[in-house]
């Protein structure tokens, strides 16, 4: 064996630093974007914005022209997103707001119940350690560290006071704990919810009432009585309360208006970005005779890179433009009102009907939202694989969702449907849906099945 060494030729892309700019810029939200440039603002001296254009977007705020009405109501796939705007209000800056934080309420009675400067010290961490469901996410151990204090017995004292605090069941780690501080706070005897609630919450949560009666040894009837006497009982005891960090904004990127007489007009969320120039001061210094030649080539050189970055964010604002455009062509009649008319439409056919690339379109679109006079929604929601109908061509994935959903909010209780009977609903309308495809629908809605859901 010996060691010699060879030259090998190879083929790599190399993105210019133009391009890695532009795709950097181009999948950027608005709200990031605006960081963006205020940094580049900061570290080129070459870049300003121009005060004498005025921002179409605000116009339309100030004009009055963008609102949203109260009954208005947005339904996205993740229900845990649903946006309600008042009319009148911001629509670029919108906070989600209650009328008391959950901090605030929790602080008030922690300083009315105790005076001790290290009991306060562990309550606030604890209070500032709770999500926005209820629930605590450190450990006593951490807690203790973090504190200073190697006594354990004081941290779980503090932390039982805050779990009797109101909402009950704050702080709990578990929800086993939630609902077990919840019966306690009520004063009732109830030894077999007890029971229920310690070793059969899982069975519980399945409804398999008789295999607890059977484990427990009394009747089903007592059973089901108990869940529902237990069902009560809240698992997420911060529900009614403004989250701990209540500073939650949705910027749209674009917003699509509709006026009577013109039809929808879509807007591009500018945010000032569409008044960016060059410094004309720094620009004219390059005509002196007497400029040094060091000093000439910082100026190019910071001349140019503002060129391709006003020239990377004006593509982006082209790009984001020309999706929004087909997307308002192709689901025409969602934005009439037919919240099921969702037309099937994937990356690939925006990507050839604006002449980019699919990976393209995936970073325009990625973590943006689109203001609409239907309410707000993320720009992928408009996005959706085909399926076959008998009679009227191809439906989108999202419009069978959407009547899934309406489907099940209307059905009767006491005789849910089945992932068989929404499969054969579809059936009927020429719609061949299989059923573990109705079965992934539901649990992408966050929907229990039919035995989870009859009362």
Do not use: W
């Not at 705020?61 to 339904?75: A, M, P, R, T, Y």
């Not at 961490?125 to 006593?140: A, F, P, Q, R």
């Not at 008319?341 to 990625?366: F, G, H, M, Q, Y």
Request: proline share 4%; with cysteine.
């Amino acid at each position: 064996m010996s060691n010699k060494f060879s030259t090998l030729q190879v083929q790599r892309p190399i993105l210019a630093p133009f391009l890695r700019q532009s795709i950097s810029l181009l999948q950027l939200p608005i709200g990031d974007l605006a960081m963006v440039i205020e940094q580049e603002l900061q570290n080129n001296p070459l870049l300003e914005l121009d005060e004498k254009i005025a921002d179409p977007v605000q116009s339309l705020i100030k004009s009055g022209e963008l609102h949203q009405n109260l009954d208005q109501f947005v339904k996205i796939e993740d229900e845990s997103s649903k946006i309600d705007f008042r009319d009148g209000e911001m629509v670029d800056e919108r906070p989600i707001t209650r009328d008391l934080t959950l901090e605030d309420h929790l602080l008030r009675q922690l300083h009315f119940e105790v005076s001790d400067e290290l009991q306060l010290r562990i309550g606030r961490l604890i209070i500032g350690s709770i999500d926005e469901t209820g629930y605590l996410t450190i450990s006593c151990e951490e807690i203790a560290g973090l504190v200073g204090t190697h006594d354990l017995a004081l941290v779980e004292q503090v932390l039982s006071l805050i779990q009797g605090f109101e909402p009950t069941g704050i702080a709990s780690r578990n929800l086993k704990e939630c609902l077990l501080a919840q019966l306690k706070s009520k004063n009732t005897d109830h030894p077999m919810a007890i029971c229920i609630i310690n070793d059969h919450l899982e069975d519980l949560g399945k409804k398999k009432y008789a295999d607890i009666a059977k484990k427990i040894g009394i009747p089903l009837e007592d059973v089901k009585n108990l869940a529902r006497f237990i069902a009560t009982l809240e698992p997420r005891p911060a529900r009614n309360y403004r989250p701990i960090n209540d500073s939650i904004y949705i910027k749209p990127d674009v917003f699509i208006v509709h006026d009577p007489a013109d039809g929808y007009q879509i807007n591009v969320n500018a945010l000032g970005i569409n008044r960016l120039k060059i410094n004309s001061t720094y620009k004219n210094l390059l005509n002196r005779a007497d400029l040094k030649e060091h000093e000439r080539s910082f100026i190019l050189e910071k001349m140019e890179s503002a060129q391709q970055f006003i020239k990377g964010v004006e593509q982006r604002g082209q790009t984001i433009r020309k999706i929004a455009e087909y997307i308002l062509e192709k689901q025409k009649d969602f934005f009439d009102g037919n919240y099921l008319a969702l037309a099937p439409l994937t990356l690939k056919d925006v990507a050839i009907a604006i002449n980019r690339n699919e990976s393209t379109i995936s970073r325009a679109i990625k973590d943006k939202y689109i203001d609409t006079p239907k309410g707000m929604f993320p720009i992928r929601f408009f996005f959706s694989q085909a399926i076959a109908t008998a009679d009227n061509g191809p439906t989108s994935a999202q419009s069978i969702k959407e009547e899934m959903r309406e489907l099940i909010e209307d059905e009767n209780k006491s005789g849910t449907l089945s992932d068989q009977d929404i499969q054969r609903h579809f059936e009927t309308k020429g719609i061949h849906i299989a059923r573990r495809t109705i079965n992934k629908y539901r649990q992408a809605l966050k929907i229990p099945s039919s035995h989870l859901r009859k009362e």
